[in-house]
């Protein structure tokens, strides 16, 4: 099966600027989060959806990240405008609903972002 | 909130060795769940492992178990056998509050020589 597809691999943007990840999850997954993982900690929760409502967005810095999953299949996470702090890989993973248990949650590869 | 610790910042193994990663977490939730993850170089997350809170029996999968001490509130991983391949980031993982989220430890970098 298909796994979790992200794009772009890797990007380099100035301060100031915005960007824009993508995030395909694996087929028939209605549950979607995206993670930030900064250089030497461990991956971050920012959102979760279920199909194409958000179940969790409490540590996601609202005033410049937004996150959107339209018909519930794939995700667009958007920094507008980057600080040096976003510098990060930022996951998306997918998983079947349910209320514990690995449900098949499966990472993408990520998207390594500079922030320069 | 539940927090998870993983104290080995850095662990060396010789091939064909078993190896041990701790890892311990604090959440008052009776129900929770743990994973382990592999990430190597290249960036993306691999499942590993996983154990709930209620399972009787420790969890095995291939050369990975899981040393489940629920009184300690410990989960370390271990590989038997290890190989080159082995080498790169592990994450232990608790997912807990009836939710999917997944909190994670700083992680332990594990190098297999030969």
């Known amino acids: 099966e298909a796994g979790v597809a992200q794009s772009p691999r890797y990007k380099i943007i100035e301060k100031r600027q915005s960007v824009a990840f993508w995030c395909n999850p694996i087929?028939?997954?209605?549950?979607l989060y995206w993670y930030q993982q900064i250089l030497g900690q461990g991956p971050k929760l920012l959102i979760q959806f279920q199909n194409n409502g958000v179940v969790d967005d409490s540590q996601l810095p609202k005033d410049r990240f937004s996150a959107e999953r339209l018909k519930g299949v794939d995700s667009t996470l958007k920094i507008q405008p980057a600080k040096l702090e976003d510098s990060a890989v930022y996951l998306c993973?997918?998983?079947?609903?349910?209320?514990?248990?690995?449900?098949?949650?499966?990472f993408g590869s990520g998207t390594r972002l500079t922030v320069v | 909130a539940q927090k998870i610790t993983q104290t080995q910042p850095g662990m060396f193994v010789q091939e064909k060795e078993a190896v041990t990663l701790d890892c311990t977490y604090d959440?008052?939730?009776?129900?929770?769940?743990l994973f382990w993850y592999k990430q190597p170089s290249s960036g993306e997350m691999i499942f590993l492992i996983y154990?709930?809170?209620?399972?009787?029996q420790n969890a095995t999968e291939g050369r990975y178990s899981l040393n489940f001490q629920k009184a300690r509130k410990s989960a370390n991983l271990v590989i038997s056998a290890s190989q080159l391949g082995d080498s790169a980031m592990y994450f232990c993982?608790?997912?807990?509050?009836?939710?999917?989220?997944?909190?994670f430890g700083t992680g332990t970098q594990l190098k297999v020589e030969l």
């Open positions: 087929s028939g997954h209605a549950t």
């Open positions: 993982a608790a997912q807990t509050g009836g939710g999917n989220k997944l909190t």
């Open positions: 154990q709930g809170s209620y399972d009787q």
């Open positions: 959440t008052s939730d009776p129900s929770y769940g």
């Open positions: 993973a997918s998983s079947l609903v349910g209320s514990q248990g690995n449900y098949g949650y499966t």
